[in-house]
């Protein structure tokens, strides 16, 4: 059975339609990808999935529960987490804070035992801080946990939103352009990265990708948008062979020539 | 102290030369505690002395009350051992000034004002410092927890006391409890519509909340009496001394021979600075387990990036609504402290003037800090109440001993303001006119020429002016009167020369300084 | 824009629709409109509470004052009007609320005062024309005001841009603070006094109230109204001009809304922020002159609630929207007028809770439509 199944979603912006109709589902342990130009509605999505937006039309089912109408901070707690296309980490938080904040949903809050530290409150906070530099072990950030978010290089900064997007203990992870601005090294890294949190974490992993290498290279299954809609999906190698995706990437004329190509 | 430290190291300023031997001191482990002893004693000993016959009094009190005040601050950026900071601090708490009180109550009354102030600012912290949320109708739940005590043990013609509702003087412990209960909940439920709003939407709904809190104060009185409108609640009930806080009052009089002029006011004054530690000491101890738990890291992780902390699972308007509620739970038992301290409760002490004077506190300690929260309410309470209305005292002095400003004093000053002024608009100009001739060595003549007339006019002032004439000073210019000067010059130089406060935390200094920064970098053209 | 081939004639009409007929338009579409929905709501109250006192019947009461609360809601809401466009404007282009804008408003009463009673210790008063008085001292405050928020941006809010939100506002409210006591302490070391008193006194064409027949009601119209009519819709014309119609205009517009795209493209960013604050600040301080010789005496204290009613105004028609300030201003100037004539009949009520009214509107529009009337929705692009 598939873990997250969306239908028919739509959403409008004014008299903009970001999204249109897609229908998507992804299975359980999987790794796809969202694929499509810029500006093709691909961010919307996730944030309609994470509950940022609501959807105009459709239904968003997770793990057979309905995740229409919840807040974001409720799709986390049902056990979606995400990562942003241009990193929002906490920049004045350690390294290791901005993991625990990820852990929120799992956590215990009450205000009195905050106050009088009673019913268990300091195993809770050493259980978070373990589990957190448990996760910045996992990402390859160990050691680097008191650092400030914003000293931070680049690259691990996209480390810390994984494993903060980890903490919460997910069962499907939303990766949004998770290796924007990485040379061919770091990517390779990054893909690593990505394989274990779904083989060694058993996390289902969407990712939104611009490099076709690691798209290519990880993903079982890919859906691609453009203006808003479903062009096509299968595994990668249909992907590579459509008309449609290529003329999406690169226009018309240039499907034409590549069709050529393809006969001659 | 962290001041020094973040002080630009490129200019060593004339503040840094001064600061230097004593940073040295409270640096070296050996001298610190016997220097910082002898600097309290010494302190208290310049206060004793001082004679409220003095035609000066106003201007050295004023001189010499603050560094007391300060002097916890000072022992704790000393680099010792906790635990002879924490004797030290309580040395000061409880035997100097307590001491200086005893001796002369205005300063107890204004150690108890400070102390009322502190709460509020730590409590206006909570909301503003940890979760970001900028709060103008604080002052709105201080109101609350003042009213409530005063509407249940005041003897004016109330709808309570009409009803046979009042209270005896032995539950003010009770609404202590009550008061935070009860502002609490008013946090909720102002809080619950408003909390979804964007921060500066936040900050002119909270303050026309505040202002709605004092309107419906000063018309609340019909058709049915419950505030008694803009006169007021007088006659407010104070708690009952207990025995103990009289004997101590006695024997320290015997054994030090301060000569106390009104016991029982001492002793009601002691009671309630007691109670306001305690109720100091439990937010400090609050507010710091708050910080340093998720519900902490939540708040600030909603201060640094809503929409990230929210897709992490930080449920927003339910950590939000816990820092509105801790914050006006605070002001609630503060505000039924003052209730009782002052026996009068009227609208007018819950003006917008008064939410931006907390918020001014915290601003200037250093927003997010607790000590900063505590730094700021003493420094701003002693401006405010001390240093200004003593402006006022001394100024009314010097007219009434006819005293003349002597010529060279006037001169020194109409040449430093206005040497400051000329040497801003000639730096300006001259910063124009580099940019024509290039020439660094003409920038250098200009300055010696501006420095040279600035000696003659103060010469010839001394030589020919007359001096001021007191009597000449402007019955309409008070000092005391102008508190929203002062809080308007600090907000405006501290947002421009030190967001993150005299005693900044260190993270929120890198928010406040960092974001600058980045903009400053990013922007093209007219953008920075 | 127009195009360039068009002739001279349909060049004309067409100027003289777009800058001068179509606002004049809009602005009594927005009267009538506000007007009507009080009307409505007037006789609505008189409906659901036919003598809310004793031997007061409400129907014959608005019959009455209706003509003479409309008239009174119209200047009023102009005058909210031109102060909430200071609000909207700087909004616009800097996304700040400029909590000292209350305090130009403020600044530019004072100066109106101080204009008058210059003109009137000259003993000149009484000769000078009043068209010639009013111009003369509703500029003066105009420039004073225009140039003081300009030094304001300078001083208080330049350095801090970038900064996050929450820290030029804090150094706003601080600039309101300061410019309360500071124009407090001139006055008092001028003047020994700061509540001043407009010279209106012996002028008897300002005093003497324009009696118009509305029906068979007679209705005692201030000189002062027709004043801030007049005057409101004037200048409201030569900004719509300014605004859409020169080439300043359109740096202001493209600044709000890219600044960093039009500094790219060659427009000053930091003269089009200082001349949006000179074009509000001036529009303060017009309002705060007009507002000074309508109510007579002027504190430096006057400045907090209109301020704070032209703010909700301008949230109410939509903040950042020129259009919007307009319409909030007339909504809310009538149904404050509406209320000042109505609530002294309940006798639980009473005047006294037109300031709440007006807080809760804006508390209302905020939680429920941020956007305002005219505004558009403003997600947060995450």
Not at chain 2, 2 to 14: D, G, H, V, W
Not at chain 2, 40 to 61: E, H
Request: hydrophobic letters at 50%; proline letters at 5%.
């Amino acid at each position: 059975m598939a873990l997250l199944d969306v239908r028919n979603v739509t959403k409008r912006f004014g008299g903009l339609t970001a999204v249109s109709d897609v229908t998507m589902s992804v299975a359980e342990g999987s790794i796809s990808a969202i694929i499509g130009p810029n500006g093709a509605g691909k961010t919307t999505f996730f944030n309609l999935l994470t509950g940022i937006y609501v959807p105009d039309v459709g239904s968003i089912n997770f793990g057979g529960r309905s995740l229409i109408g919840l807040r974001p901070d409720q799709v986390n707690a049902a056990g979606m987490s995400r990562t942003f296309q241009n990193i929002r980490l906490f920049p004045g938080m350690t390294v290791v804070e901005n993991v625990m904040v990820g852990m929120h949903s799992r956590l215990n809050v009450s205000l009195v035992r905050t106050i009088t530290r009673l019913g268990g409150f300091n195993k809770q906070e050493k259980r978070v801080r373990e589990r957190a530099s448990d996760l910045l072990n996992f990402v390859g950030l160990s050691g680097q946990g008191d650092e400030i978010c914003r000293n931070l290089p680049y690259g691990a900064q996209r480390r810390v939103e994984i494993a903060r997007a980890m903490a919460s203990d997910p069962k499907l992870i939303l990766l949004d352009e998770p290796t924007a601005g990485m040379n061919p090294n770091e990517s390779k890294d990054a893909m690593e990265l990505f394989r274990k949190v779904r083989d060694e974490r058993g996390v289902t992993v969407v990712l939104i990708e611009h490099d076709m290498k690691v798209v290519m290279g990880i993903s079982e299954h890919i859906t691609v948008l453009n203006f808003g809609q479903t062009i096509a999906e299968g595994t990668p190698k249909e992907i590579q062979s459509n008309e449609k995706v290529v003329e999406a990437y690169l226009g018309r004329h240039a499907a034409g020539s590549s069709r050529a190509e393809g006969e001659a | 102290m962290t001041t020094a430290q973040s002080t630009p190291t490129i200019k060593i300023s004339l503040m840094g030369r001064i600061m230097a031997p004593i940073r040295a001191v409270l640096d070296n482990p050996v001298l610190a505690v016997p220097a910082l002893i002898v600097y309290m004693i010494a302190v208290t000993l310049i206060l004793l002395g001082l004679n409220r016959s003095d035609p000066l009094f106003p201007l050295k009190s004023s001189l010499a009350f603050p560094p007391l005040v300060l002097s916890p601050f000072i022992v704790l950026s000393a680099k010792i051992d906790w635990r002879f900071k924490g004797l030290l601090v309580l040395a000061a708490l409880f035997i100097f000034l307590p001491l200086i009180g005893m001796y002369d109550s205005s300063y107890f009354e204004l150690v108890i004002q400070i102390c009322i102030f502190s709460g509020l600012a730590l409590g206006l912290n909570i909301v503003v410092g940890f979760a970001g949320l900028l709060d103008l109708g604080y002052v709105a739940f201080f109101a609350v927890g003042a009213y409530l005590w005063a509407m249940f043990t005041s003897p004016v013609d109330t709808y309570f006391k009409v009803n046979n509702m009042l209270v005896s003087a032995n539950y003010f412990y009770l609404f202590i409890f009550l008061g935070v209960a009860v502002a609490a909940t008013g946090g909720i439920l102002l809080g619950l519509p408003v909390l979804r709003l964007r921060g500066d939407y936040l900050a002119i709904v909270t303050l026309g909340f505040g202002e709605v809190i004092r309107v419906l104060a000063v018309n609340f009185n019909s058709p049915t009496n419950f505030t008694n409108g803009s006169q007021g609640l007088d006659g407010v009930l104070r708690p009952t001394v207990p025995p103990f806080i009289p004997d101590i009052i006695m024997r320290v009089d015997q054994t030090l021979g301060i000569p106390i002029s009104n016991a029982n006011t001492l002793a009601q004054q002691m009671l309630f600075y007691l109670v306001a530690i305690v109720i100091i000491a439990c937010i400090i101890v609050i507010a710091r387990r708050l910080d340093d738990s998720p519900i902490g890291r939540a708040w600030t992780a909603i201060r640094e990036d809503e929409v990230a902390a929210i897709a992490m699972g930080v449920p927003l308007v339910r950590m939000k609504l816990m820092a509105f509620a801790m914050g006006a739970s605070f002001a609630g038992a503060i505000g039924v402290l003052y209730a009782a301290k002052q026996s009068f409760v009227s609208p007018e002490s819950f003006s917008l003037n008064q939410s931006i004077g907390i918020l001014a506190m915290v601003i200037v300690g250093g927003i997010g800090g607790i000590r900063g929260a505590l730094f700021g309410a003493c420094v701003v309470t002693l401006l405010n109440l001390q240093v200004l209305k003593n402006l006022s005292l001394q100024i009314n002095n010097f007219k009434n001993i006819d005293a003349v400003m002597p010529p060279w004093l006037v001169a020194v000053i109409l040449a430093v303001v206005g040497g400051w002024i000329l040497w801003k608009l000639l730096k300006a100009l001259w910063s124009f006119a580099n940019r024509w001739f290039g020439n660094a060595k003409q920038a250098e003549q200009v300055r010696v020429v501006v420095w040279g007339v600035l000696v003659a006019a103060i010469a010839l002032l001394t030589l020919q002016g007359s001096g001021f004439r007191f009597d000449d000073w402007p019955a309409q210019l008070e000092p005391a009167k102008y508190e929203r000067l002062v809080f308007g010059i600090l907000l405006i130089m501290m947002m421009i020369f030190r967001p993150s406060g005299l005693l900044p935390e260190p993270r929120r200094k890198m928010e406040m300084t960092a974001a600058k920064a980045e903009a400053e970098d990013g922007a093209i053209g007219g953008g920075g | 824009m127009v195009s360039t081939r068009a002739t001279t004639d349909r060049t004309i009409t067409e100027w003289l629709y777009r800058y001068v007929l179509f606002p004049i338009g809009q602005m009594l579409v927005f009267i009538v409109g506000a007007g009507v929905v009080v009307m409505v709501l007037a006789y609505l109250l008189a409906f659901l509470f036919p003598e809310p006192r004793p031997n007061i019947v409400l129907v014959d009461q608005i019959n009455r004052q209706l003509p003479g609360m409309l008239i009174a809601g119209v200047s009023l809401g102009f005058v909210y009007a031109m102060i909430a466009l200071g609000y909207t404007l700087v909004y616009g282009v800097l996304k700040f609320i400029n909590f000292a804008h209350s305090e130009i408003f403020m600044f530019g009463s004072v100066i109106g005062y101080e204009v008058m009673r210059r003109i009137s210790d000259a003993g000149a008063i009484q000769s000078w024309s009043p068209p010639l008085l009013i111009i003369v001292v509703v500029s003066v405050s105009m420039v004073c005001a225009g140039l003081l928020a300009v030094l304001i941006e300078r001083v208080a809010y330049r350095p801090l841009r970038g900064a996050p939100r929450l820290v030029p506002l804090i150094s706003a409210i601080g600039v309101s603070l300061l410019l309360t006591d500071a124009v407090r302490a001139i006055e008092a070391i001028t003047r020994n006094e700061f509540n001043l008193t407009y010279p209106t006194n012996d002028l008897a064409w300002l005093k003497t109230p324009l009696p118009l027949a509305f029906g068979e009601t007679t209705v005692n119209v201030r000189i002062t109204s027709i004043i801030i009519i007049i005057g409101a819709v004037l200048m409201l014309v030569a900004m719509n001009y300014f605004v859409n119609g020169t080439k300043l205009g359109r740096g202001i517009r493209a600044v709000s809304q890219d600044m960093t795209t039009a500094s790219l493209m060659g427009i000053n960013v930091n003269f089009m922020i200082s001349l949006t604050f000179f074009v509000g600040g001036s529009f303060g301080g017009a309002a705060g002159s007009l507002f000074g010789m309508n109510v007579g005496t002027v504190t430096p204290y006057v400045g907090f609630t209109p301020g704070i009613k032209a703010f909700t105004a301008a949230v109410l028609g939509g903040i950042g929207n020129v259009t919007g300030a307009l319409l909030g201003g007339l909504a809310l100037g009538m149904i404050e007028s509406f209320l000042n004539g109505i609530l002294v009949y309940f006798p639980a009520l009473g005047q006294r809770y037109t300031d709440i009214f007006s807080f809760s509107v804006l508390i209302l529009i905020l939680i429920f439509r941020p956007s305002g009337l005219l505004g558009e929705r403003v997600d947060e692009k995450v």
